[in-house]
């Protein structure tokens, strides 16, 4: 169980709180504003973030002279697709509660421009 926890811990950290508030506005806005719609397109944003960030690690890491010329891409395309899928994944229930709330406004506005007579 700690090493799961550290794991996590780690995940947490990578991204710094910069990188996490950008996940939880873009997961909460887009499908706040847009909907359904609004759900795909905030998650690709993620995991563009999160590829275009573990890239600038990654090369930055094979610049580094005790890397030894080892081959990082195996472990770069397995790792970016666990940290996208794992990331998005905890991401899930903000984009759900952006759903509801603009599922909340959406009928709430249509209650205030056409009221009942």
Known sequence: MEHGLTILYALFLAYGFIGWTFFLAVTFFLPYRFGHPGVIPAHFIVAIY?????????????????????????????????????????????????LHAWKKRVTDENVENNPAE
Do not use: H, K, Q
């Open 50 to 98: 999160i590829f275009v960030s573990d890239y600038i690690w990654v090369i930055i890491s094979l610049n580094d002279p005790s890397s030894n010329g080892f081959n990082y891409e195996g472990f770069f395309v397995f790792g970016v697709l666990i940290r996208i899928i794992l990331i998005n994944t905890l991401l899930l229930p903000f984009a759900c509660l952006a």
